[in-house]
């Protein structure tokens, strides 16, 4: 499938600048896999030492690469990682197995580890057998090849139907130490809490030893990507892996061991924010969207009620087409808070589209204008606020709007 | 909104003639609620003696008319049905409580009755107050012209978006004695299990006391509407009635008190069918659709499971636009399974896009045939069959694909 799409209106102007990190280099190539005259192969070579962390896809047909990662994960250890687009490797069967299996013994013999220090993830159709043995052969050349400041090929090789990549930096202090951590992921479609079709790559130069990494991946996974949903559909391949060199310590960074250490307080909070971040590019890359969206819940029962409420609205194809039509059709959001099968009061329902009160009590707010609120919905970044009125229950979602470009990049994604 | 649309490609060629059930009347009327020259507004007018049913939206937000259902429906009693087309009086607070009594008065007064033998629904947008005081008046006119013979007019004036009216008859016995059931519905978006914006009202002149009438309507919701699905999205209004009469008693009907009476097997299967239908007839009718598409699903853990997994896959946009786009692309019906969260075993899946094996043992079938199955798929009307080789659960789910139709009537609903 060809980028025939625009670039979507909420990309970066321009892909940043990001700092190297001490112990990971990069290098990407066209292997040819299925697109023609982009990179669609990307290698990440980690110095000895880098641990590692992941959260993975809950799906009960996941991909190969996926079950591979899991296995992997269980050694806390990290040398290489392998990406490729255009084939997920995903239902197919025997052949799939195979195919991780070749990858995988080229890429140990291309840096000289050990089998469970290597991290494989694929993305691309589903089903189709992904032919190992016409690429695995270059990864000995890209590992050689492997720059430390090669973020932006890299991030471009996984892409699929993206129309930018996606690179966030921070920076954060352990023990007084600064540290770096950079991001990148991929997706735009098949994409919801669980996570999505997504895939991401986190590395920084901080000593941390692989528990504790595990520990703030995971909770960071829960307020930025499984926050996030375009079209409410899961993927088999949902990869979010994050890489700590270690090479800090070299500059006096006292390696951390648990995840409770208050002297990781600020790199879980700017990881945090970078997984946030990365998330809403996502979501701002949503397939055919013309507007980012994001819905914020107050006053659910709990945190997880309000979290499922604003999913139901994220989800909602009635919600997201009233949005596409630049139409405040609130009445949409008061069904989807009613669908949800969380607790919810009807008269004790507040909605906001951005600033204005639309309704409240059980009906339309008084100070209601139609004229208003649809000059409001011509922005191209909106929210949508809904306060139950029950608890102190709280989540943020981010999606977009569901519009005839969906239907035009779904409609024909392998033909 | 007027009726731009085409007729579905999925609607009877014409609207069947269905006899007349001695004990109910109707008649229609255009009252101007919203749509301009065409019938918005109905009544159905019964004799004594009539009982009732009822499966109403498990919304939390419902509408004041569903609230208004719930309590007439503890009588067990009708005499008279009204249903407007237009505006749904949902989420419209005191003024849509007002609207409710305002209505019911008039119906009461226009046949007669008691407050709990009045059924109301209303079917259209959400939040906008309705203005009863500009139709109620109308009521007392429509009861003395109500006639047996109405039914087209009336399936027609409880359409919104459909594109055609839907009506079903069948005959039963019971004891021998022949009955009669008709039943009208509309939907055509919003709609999803449990239920859909989805108004359906079944007659009959059998004489069945209403516990054993709401266990029968109960049990075929599960088979019928709740196994029909076009966007996920459950209305605020679902409402389905229905309506006994009880004049085959005259003609030697003994009448039925009993849900498990025997005499009452023949009437649930045909009632029933007669549902399932009506439900089909929905999802014929989905906004925009090009396909009808009925899953099946097998082998499952549960019954229960089975179904959650049906509506998995007919509930992602995903497959949904696949089929749109006429692509056999069977990933994404395992991604559908993956994740809707119930027992699946990648290896033992097998899936079948009508009569073609498309995946089995993990991997993709090794008879597959993109051209065959290609091919396959340009048919209006679709089956995908998927065994998950785990128990004998099994469900059968009817939905359509996802257009730019779609888009576009739900882009601009309401202007």
Redesign the interface.
Known sequence: MAHDAAVSPFAPKAIPEVPVIDGVRFAACEAGIKYRNRKDLMIAVMDEGTTAAGVL??????SAPVLWCRDSLKSGKARVLVVNSGN?N???????RDAVALTAEFAMKAVGCAKDEVYLASTG?????LEAGKFAHLLDGLAKAAKPDAWADTARAIMTTDTFPKLVTRTATIGGVPVTINGFCKGA??I?P?MATMLCFIFTDAAIAAPALQSLLAAGAQTSFNCMTV??????SDTMLMFATGKAAARGQKPVTSAGDPALADFTAKAHDLMRELAQLVAKDGEGLSKFVTIEIAGAESDKAARTIGLSIA????VK??I??E?P????V??????????????K?AIWFGPHLV?K????APSYSEETVAAYMKNGELTIKVDLGLGAGKSTIWTCD???G???V??????
Chains 1, 2 share one sequence.
């Not at 896809?57 to 996941?62: A, I, N, R, V, Y």
């Not at 079209?231 to 088999?236: C, L, V």
């Not at 009590?361 to 339309?364: I, K, L, N, Q, T």
Request: hydrophobic share 30%.
């Open positions: 896809t809950q799906s009960k047909t996941c997920s995903a239902f197919t069967g025997k052949k799939g159709v589903i089903g189709e057998p479609g098949m919801a669980d079209d409410g559909d899961t993927s088999t989800n909602s194809p009635l087409t009233a596409a039509g139409d059709n609130w009445g949409r008061v069904m989807a808070v009613g669908k949800a099968g969380e607790a919810a009061d009807r008269d329902l309704a009590d059980g009906e339309r569901l519009t005839h969906y239907i035009s779904n409609a024909d994604y392998r033909s």
